[in-house]
């Protein structure tokens, strides 16, 4: 069964450093999406890209986030200087249709 | 606003037993979903209920959903050790060009053999 990968399960970063998060939706899907969840809260939605752009962002999603989908394959989630507070796991998910999501397992994300 | 909100905020049942959870939300919807999470893993997807139906079933799963009280129930019959792991609704709001869900808070779920 096809299924979105994420890589790596695990990044440990210095504060200020810029971390990749990289993640492979599902070949045929269109939307792509980056959530995260904050240990112990509620998950949170970052951003959502269709047709090589960006379509909606939450005010979480700053300058300081970035996405790309650099091929036709890839998708990935920049942060150009970690916070300690950018500690969370976040999952990227992609969708054939708006709002019908298949997550991936998720990066856990620890700024040091 | 928030929405999305789950009750119980956790659950233990006996193996076997059926396991109900309830999700409340504020605004309109296009759809509801209902995900598992086991701990420290991803999110998987359990089932989408559209605004317009009231009652969907997949296998052990019946999930129903009341827009004049703007509430569902996630119902898991014949529990297993397996469905022990978090249980969150996530709603689509029915704003044009809306991407996002918004998520509850989830409701702990353990099934004790």
């Known amino acids: 069964e096809p299924e979105v990968t994420q890589t790596p399960s695990h990044q440990v970063t210095q504060m200020g450093q810029e971390v990749i998060l990289r993640c492979v939706p599902i070949s045929n899907h269109l939307y792509f999406y980056w959530y995260r969840q904050i240990l112990g809260q509620k998950v949170e939605f970052l951003v959502s890209f269709y047709n090589n752009e960006i379509s909606e962002k939450s005010e979480i999603f700053d300058d300081q986030f970035s996405v790309e989908r650099p091929d036709g394959s890839n998708f990935t989630l920049k942060i150009r200087s970690t916070k300690l507070e950018d500690s969370a796991m976040y999952f990227c998910a992609s969708s054939v249709r708006i709002q019908e999501l298949f997550f991936g397992s998720g990066t856990q994300l620890s700024v040091l | 606003s928030q929405q999305g909100e789950e009750d119980p905020q956790a659950l233990s049942i006996q193996e076997g037993e059926n396991a109900t959870m309830n999700c409340s939300y504020k605004?309109?919807?296009?759809?509801l979903q209902w995900y598992r999470q086991n701990s420290g893993r991803g999110l998987v997807h359990l089932i989408l209920?559209?605004?317009n139906e009231r009652e969907k079933h997949s296998g052990r799963l019946r999930v129903t959903l009341d827009t004049s009280k703007k509430s569902s129930s996630l119902l898991i019959t014949a529990s297993r050790a397996a469905d022990t792991a978090s249980y969150f609704c996530?709603?689509?709001?029915?704003?044009?060009?809306?991407?996002?869900?918004?998520w509850g808070a989830g409701t702990k779920l353990i099934i004790k053999p």
């Open positions: 209920i559209r605004s």
């Open positions: 996530a709603t689509a709001p029915s704003m044009d060009s809306n991407y996002q869900l918004i």
């Open positions: 605004t309109s919807i296009n759809n």
